[in-house]
C-alpha cells in the first residue's frame, strides 16, 4: 500500500469518524429540545404559549 493510498484511507476514516460524532451530539441535542418543549407545554403559566413545531412529531429519529 502507498503512502498516499494510507493518507486517503486515514482521511477517510477521520471525516467519518467526524460525521458520526457530529449526527450523534444532533441526535441528542433535538431529544434535549423536545423535552424541553414538553417540560414548557406541561407548565401551564398564564399568558406563555409554546410556538409550533416546524415538523411534525412524527419525524423518524
Do not use: N
Not at 460525521?19 to 407545554?41: I, M, N, S, Y
Amino acid at each position: 500500500m502507498s503512502a498516499m493510498s494510507f493518507a486517503l484511507l486515514l482521511t477517510t476514516a477521520a471525516a467519518t469518524a467526524v460525521g458520526a460524532a457530529a449526527l450523534h451530539a444532533a441526535h441528542g441535542l433535538r431529544k434535549q429540545v423536545v423535552a424541553l418543549r414538553t417540560e414548557l407545554a406541561a407548565s401551564h403559566i398564564p399568558g406563555a404559549s409554546v410556538p409550533p413545531q416546524s415538523r411534525s412529531t412524527a419525524t423518524p429519529a
